[in-house]
């Protein structure tokens, strides 16, 4: 069994965003009209209101941007304190996500190279691999 973590946003393109995981795969949605990165998902470009998509593999490459330790329980799974980073991608966009066991969150450092690693999940829609970021 997997460890439960709290219930994913799903909808059509969060259950495709999260099938890739099972390969563990990090994809975010390309828009085909101006090739604009979105994250998190969405049905139309923000840029150009275009709906056409094609989901591109990311290199698995960021820095980190800002970090912090919720002192307070917002999920069972994610009891305090619980570590949050904001990773800016390489690619560019600002993905949020915890930190695996074991890495100290005081550790990191204002732009810091981090790379992805994945967690193990499990939800009400099944088991997943949770994309995560950790010092490089
Ligand atoms: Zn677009």
Same mark, same amino acid.
């Given at each position: 069994?997997?460890?439960? +973590?709290?219930? +994913? %946003?799903?909808?059509?393109?969060?259950?495709? /965003?999260?099938? /890739?995981?099972?390969?563990?795969?990090? #994809?975010?949605? #390309?828009?085909?009209?101006?090739?604009?990165? #979105?994250?998190?998902?969405?049905?139309?470009?923000?840029?150009?209101?275009?709906?056409?998509?094609?989901?591109?593999?990311?290199?698995?490459?960021?820095?980190?941007?800002?970090?912090?330790?919720?002192? +307070?329980?917002?999920?069972?799974?994610?009891?305090?304190?619980?570590?949050? %980073?904001?990773?800016?991608?390489?690619?560019?966009?600002?993905?949020?996500?915890?930190?695996?066991?074991?890495?100290?969150?005081?550790?990191?450092?204002?732009?810091?190279?981090? %790379?992805?690693?994945?967690?193990?999940? $499990?939800?009400?829609?099944? $088991?997943?691999?949770?994309?995560?970021?950790?010092?490089?």
């Amino acid at each position: 069994m997997a460890t439960p +973590r709290p219930v +994913r %946003v799903m909808d059509p393109l969060n259950a495709e /965003f999260w099938a /890739f995981t099972l390969d563990k795969e990090l #994809r975010v949605q #390309r828009c085909t009209s101006c090739s604009k990165l #979105r994250w998190p998902c969405a049905a139309i470009c923000d840029e150009c209101l275009s709906e056409a998509y094609e989901w591109v593999r990311l290199s698995g490459r960021g820095k980190a941007l800002s970090w912090i330790v919720f002192e +307070r329980s917002y999920f069972p799974e994610y009891p305090a304190p619980h570590p949050a %980073v904001a990773v800016e991608l390489d690619e560019g966009p600002i993905f949020v996500c915890t930190l695996p066991p074991g890495v100290d969150v005081d550790s990191l450092t204002d732009g810091q190279s981090l %790379v992805l690693d994945w967690l193990d999940g $499990e939800d009400q829609f099944g $088991e997943y691999n949770l994309p995560v970021f950790k010092p490089a």
